[in-house]
């Protein structure tokens, strides 16, 4: 009964190409989630269709165990797009008044304002008057304006400054705190390392992976350990154990690239090499990413 949204053996196609082909999962309240892929993958079509913009050629969606399009699930979302379009002829006061005014339960202007950095100067420009950052801050707080339990964010933080990023995060979590199911798409992979409970990566319109991050990068990324150690030591023991994938030096330290951490650890102690000021590195989601997705064909 937790489930916020829900897709079922979904598949979209437009000219008999499929953007989207047979992709089932499901997202349970307070959950945040980051889809992520390739351009061409998928993402944008299945978040379109979560929000009921498109509908699928086959399968099923439920968002709070409804269609997308019911009032009674609108009431219940927000969205924030890439592309930023705003009313002319109004100031962003009014337009905010106007947005709230749709809502059963709105959040007041000044929880917007907290939220979203909105300054007093952004509440009374004139919509076609304000700059690229003030209409993203002005099409965060429209995204909060109705107090959402389902957020949805597509590639937020495009043309934001490092300010402006970090704040819009640093609000995210406190969304997340308070029990708001997030979903986002990003391009910035460490975003999705720092904000996301869980990854959905799609690669040719199915789903590749699905886990935490820290599970993503484990399973596919290559770990390593690092150390330092006396120059004239000989690494060559190193090389027999198959547990060890690569070895190479980097600055002042010595690096080696495995499957298999603990192991390499014990090694270190066996042969006896004087390592010292050893660090365990996991995988990085940049990796994984490369990995999972490498030989993508773009579908749309």
């Known amino acids: 009964m937790n489930k916020v949204v829900s897709l079922k053996n ?15 999962f499901s997202i349970k309240k307070g959950e945040v989630v980051a889809i992520l892929g390739p351009n061409g ?32 699930v609108r009431e219940k ?6 592309e930023v ?3 002319p002829g109004l100031k962003v006061r009014e ?3 106007l947005i709230r005014s749709y809502y059963p339960n ?69 969304l997340a705190e308070q029990g708001k199911t997030i979903i986002f798409s990003t391009h910035y992979l460490q975003e999705a390392d720092d904000a996301a409970e869980r990854i959905l990566l799609f690669k040719d319109g199915g789903i590749v992976a699905d886990g935490t991050p820290e599970q993503i990068k484990s399973r596919i990324s290559k770990q390593s350990v ?3 150690v006396d120059p004239e030591a000989s690494l060559e ?10 070895i190479f030096r980097k600055n002042d330290r010595v690096y080696i690239q495995t499957n298999n951490t603990d192991k390499v650890l014990e090694l270190l102690f066996q042969e006896k090499i004087g390592a010292r000021e050893i660090q365990i590195e996991g995988g990085k989601l940049e990796e994984a990413f490369k990995q999972l997705t490498s030989g993508h064909k773009e579908v749309i």
């Open 106 to 174: 709105p959040l007041s202007l000044q929880e917007l304002v907290t939220l979203t950095g909105l300054t007093e100067n952004d509440l009374k420009t004139m919509a076609e008057k304000l700059s690229g950052g003030q209409k993203r801050r002005l099409s965060f707080a429209l995204a909060l304006a109705g107090n959402p339990e389902l957020i949805i964010f597509d590639e937020p933080t495009v043309g934001m400054d490092i300010t402006s990023r970090n704040r819009f995060w640093h609000t995210v979590k406190v």
């Open 77 to 82: 979302i927000g969205v924030m797009l890439q």
């Open 10 to 24: 979904v598949t979209k196609s437009f000219q008999n190409k499929k953007a989207v082909n047979d992709v089932s």
């Open 85 to 87: 379009s705003v009313m």
């Open 41 to 72: 993958a998928g993402k944008t079509t299945t978040i379109s269709m979560i929000l009921g913009l498109l509908t699928p050629t086959a399968g099923e969606i439920k968002l709070f165990n409804h269609q997308p399009r019911e009032k009674q």
């Open 95 to 97: 337009i905010l008044e």
């Open 226 to 228: 690092s150390f330092k």
């Open 237 to 246: 023991n190193l090389y027999l154990h198959p547990e060890i994938n690569d």
